[in-house]
């Protein structure tokens, strides 16, 4: 892809994340999220954008398999605008939490989507990297369940089976999708050292240790958000239960 066709297809994805934002802000809001409308549409718009790219990222690998085996130079025009797409959305994102949430309050986020748009930017103007960029999106996978998981909570569904069955899958896709797929292209960054430019192994190995701590830290809210709470309430109800029955 050129750059007036990179530049095109950003630009694109910035609005079409825009109208998809203001078309859920047309339909009927759960009555215990109508508080906080602003993240409801927000966390609905990043579920569809990681519904798309997680399925496009898959595909990419599907369709042209032989990026799996050089991640620097072979990639296609499909996962080219893949890259180029997710950048839009990222844009996106970040300048919607400018406008509409205090920085105070979304400054990891901010600071997450800055490195994203970096690194991704790189890929598709050098167009190096994409493959390895791609990789990154199979994160989306896990994406998908855990936007649905904040989805469910704000439509005060946090009790309901469906909520933790899909507790359960997030757990599963976020180590599968996540925690390997970071730790396969640290490992994938540092055996192909010799390889990359310093500047891009430089930008690569921050962005990959800023991305694994944030998501180390975010496995450990989920933990004891959905199992280590949940168990810690049944304890609490079968000893409520023994007093009753003394």
């Given at each position: 892809m050129e750059l007036?066709?990179?530049?095109?297809?950003?630009?694109?994805s910035v609005?079409?994340?825009?109208l998809?934002?203001?078309g859920?802000?047309?339909?009927?809001l759960?009555?215990?999220a109508?508080?906080?409308a602003?993240?409801?549409?927000?966390?609905s718009?990043?579920?569809v954008?990681?519904?798309?790219?997680?399925?496009?990222?898959?595909?990419?690998?599907?369709?042209?398999?032989?990026?799996a085996?050089?991640l620097?130079?072979t990639?296609s025009?499909?996962?080219?605008?893949?890259v180029s797409?997710?950048?839009?959305?990222f844009i996106?994102?970040?300048?919607d939490?400018?406008?509409?949430?205090?920085?105070?309050?979304?400054w990891?986020?901010?600071?997450h989507?800055?490195?994203?748009?970096?690194?991704?930017g790189?890929?598709v103007?050098?167009?190096?990297?994409?493959?390895?960029a791609?990789?990154a999106?199979?994160?989306e996978?896990?994406?998908v369940?855990?936007?649905?998981?904040?989805?469910l909570r704000?439509?005060?569904?946090?009790k309901?089976?469906?909520y933790r069955?899909?507790s359960?899958?997030?757990?599963?896709?976020y180590?599968?999708?996540?925690?390997?797929?970071?730790?396969?292209?640290?490992r994938?960054?540092?055996?192909?050292?010799d390889l990359?430019?310093?500047?891009?192994?430089?930008?690569g190995?921050?962005?990959?240790?800023i991305?694994?701590?944030?998501?180390?830290v975010?496995?450990?809210?989920?933990m004891?958000?959905?199992?280590?709470?949940?168990?810690?309430?049944k304890?609490l109800?079968?000893?409520?239960?023994?007093?009753?029955d003394?």
């Amino acid at each position: 892809m050129e750059l007036n066709s990179v530049i095109l297809t950003t630009g694109s994805s910035v609005g079409f994340f825009k109208l998809v934002n203001y078309g859920l802000g047309k339909l009927p809001l759960p009555e215990t999220a109508r508080r906080n409308a602003w993240k409801w549409k927000n966390i609905s718009t990043s579920f569809v954008h990681s519904l798309i790219t997680g399925v496009w990222s898959v595909l990419c690998f599907c369709m042209h398999p032989q990026m799996a085996e050089d991640l620097i130079e072979t990639h296609s025009v499909f996962s080219h605008a893949l890259v180029s797409v997710s950048i839009g959305y990222f844009i996106y994102d970040f300048l919607d939490m400018v406008i509409n949430q205090k920085i105070g309050n979304s400054w990891e986020l901010l600071f997450h989507h800055v490195v994203v748009i970096t690194c991704f930017g790189i890929s598709v103007l050098t167009c190096r990297y994409v493959g390895f960029a791609v990789v990154a999106l199979l994160v989306e996978i896990n994406s998908v369940f855990l936007h649905l998981r904040q989805v469910l909570r704000m439509a005060n569904l946090a009790k309901s089976t469906f909520y933790r069955v899909n507790s359960m899958i997030n757990l599963g896709t976020y180590v599968v999708f996540r925690i390997n797929t970071l730790a396969w292209m640290t490992r994938w960054l540092v055996l192909n050292r010799d390889l990359i430019p310093l500047f891009s192994y430089t930008i690569g190995s921050v962005g990959l240790a800023i991305m694994t701590a944030m998501n180390i830290v975010l496995f450990y809210r989920l933990m004891r958000s959905d199992f280590m709470k949940a168990s810690r309430e049944k304890e609490l109800r079968k000893e409520r239960e023994k007093e009753k029955d003394m």
